[in-house]
């Protein structure tokens, strides 16, 4: 099957991109938000090809992740638009851009993002995330904490990162992602955007993961750290309620509380290495890449079929 996409979320579309087909990715001699082509810092299969737009031909299906790009998809070619974002402004009553059409279906990533949008009458299916599995173990060796977010300075409350500070007094904190470097301080580390294996293994060596984004889909980062075995810090908001079990880390609303259980996994450790081992066992079966992939197979032989 050949899939039109754009490189619009370079995690996502690493697992996306692992499946048995043949992936079309439009470039531009800019590499801007509408011609990016291949990753540069994700490990994508030869199967992952990058051509301008004009030139990919014979597309069965395409991927749409912005409203902009239904028209630039070739007239006639199924459409599934992959909501990766919780809704915004008046939630809970926020209005899909995609709602009440009967010419695509809206593939979530969440239970909670399909919960929370309001589609109308438009198709609506869920597809959880599933990760290539990082190659990097948790060791904990150094007693710093490590977060993961894109741009935390412009985007503040929604990264949570008005509450860095109350962690970093507890431990340094290491920041990792695009955008970053803005945080630095004698407490708080950024790297900016390392490549993903680099990040991975960094990050293994931090005691706990801090999920603080308090309005967000569900980052594959968090995944991640968890499939590393990293005890996890985090806000009980969104979908993290339900990747995170209580026995693999400690998700509250009150900071107070995660700020306690930061000293807690400073200290003890065999309470990290336990909630470790768990959020490890969790999101590899939870989040496996094999089980994405055939998720995203049957959507997209039911949504081919259908149009022909």
Same mark, same amino acid.
């Given at each position: 099957?050949?899939?039109l996409?754009?490189?619009?979320?370079?995690?996502?579309t690493?697992?996306?991109?692992?499946?048995k087909?043949?992936?079309l990715?439009?470039v531009?001699?800019?590499?801007?938000a509408w011609?990016?082509?291949?990753a540069?810092?994700f490990?994508?299969?030869?199967?992952?090809?990058?051509l301008p737009l004009?030139?990919?031909?014979?597309?069965?299906?395409?991927?749409?992740?912005?409203?902009?790009?239904?028209?630039?998809?070739?007239?006639g070619?199924?459409v599934?638009?992959?909501?990766?974002?919780?809704?915004?402004?008046?939630?809970?009553v926020?209005?899909?851009?995609?709602?009440?059409?009967?010419?695509?279906?809206v593939?979530?990533?969440?239970?909670?993002?399909?919960?929370?949008?309001d589609?109308?009458?438009t198709?609506?299916t869920?597809?959880?995330?599933?990760?290539?599995e990082?190659?990097a173990?948790?060791t904990?060796?150094?007693?710093n904490?490590?977060?993961?977010t894109?741009?935390p300075?412009?985007?503040?409350?929604?990264?949570?990162?008005?509450?860095?500070?109350?962690?970093?007094?507890?431990?340094?904190?290491?920041?990792?992602?695009?955008?970053?470097e803005?945080?630095?301080?004698?407490r708080?580390?950024?790297?900016?955007d390392?490549p993903?294996?680099?990040?991975?293994?960094?990050v293994?060596?931090?005691?706990?993961?801090l999920?603080?984004?308090?309005?967000?889909s569900l980052?594959?980062?968090?995944?991640e750290?968890m499939?590393?075995?990293?005890?996890?810090i985090?806000?009980?908001?969104t979908?993290?309620?339900?990747a995170?079990?209580?026995? &693999?880390? $400690?998700l509250d609303t009150?900071? %107070?509380t995660? *700020?306690?259980? /930061?000293?807690?996994l +400073?200290?003890d450790?065999? &309470?990290? $290495?336990s909630l470790?081992?768990? %959020?490890r066992? *969790?999101?590899? /079966?939870?989040?496996? +890449?094999?089980?994405?992939?055939a998720?995203?197979?049957?959507?997209?032989?039911?949504?081919?079929?259908a149009?022909?």
């Open positions: 099957m050949n899939i996409l754009w490189h619009v979320h370079g995690s996502w690493t697992s996306f991109v692992q499946g087909h043949r992936y990715i439009p531009n001699d800019a590499r801007d011609g990016r082509g291949r540069q810092t490990d994508w299969p030869a199967t992952v090809e990058e004009d030139e990919i031909h014979d597309v069965d299906v395409a991927i749409v992740q912005r409203p902009e790009e239904l028209e630039l998809v070739p007239k070619v199924p599934i638009y992959v909501e990766h974002n919780t809704p915004k402004g008046d939630v809970p926020s209005r899909h851009p995609m709602a009440d059409r009967d010419d695509l279906i593939a979530h990533v969440t239970d909670f993002n399909d919960l929370f949008w589609t109308g009458a198709r609506t869920v597809i959880e995330h599933g990760i290539v990082p190659q173990r948790w904990g060796e150094l007693k904490f490590a977060v993961v894109n741009e300075v412009r985007r503040q409350r929604v990264t949570g990162t008005d509450l860095f500070g109350r962690f970093a007094a507890v431990a340094p904190l290491d920041v990792f992602g695009m955008g970053v803005g945080l630095r301080s004698e708080i580390t950024p790297y900016d390392p993903q294996h680099e990040m991975h293994r960094l293994a060596q931090r005691r706990a993961y999920h603080l984004c308090r309005w967000t980052g594959l980062s968090l995944i750290a499939q590393m075995g990293m005890p996890v985090g806000l009980a908001t979908e993290a309620v339900v995170v079990p209580p026995d &693999a880390g $400690v009150r900071v %107070a995660l *700020v306690e259980a /930061a000293h807690w +400073l200290e450790d065999a &309470a990290a $290495v470790g081992a768990r %959020a066992q *969790v999101a590899l /079966a939870r989040y496996g +890449l094999d089980r994405f992939l998720d995203w197979d049957r959507l997209l032989e039911e949504e081919t079929c149009s022909r």
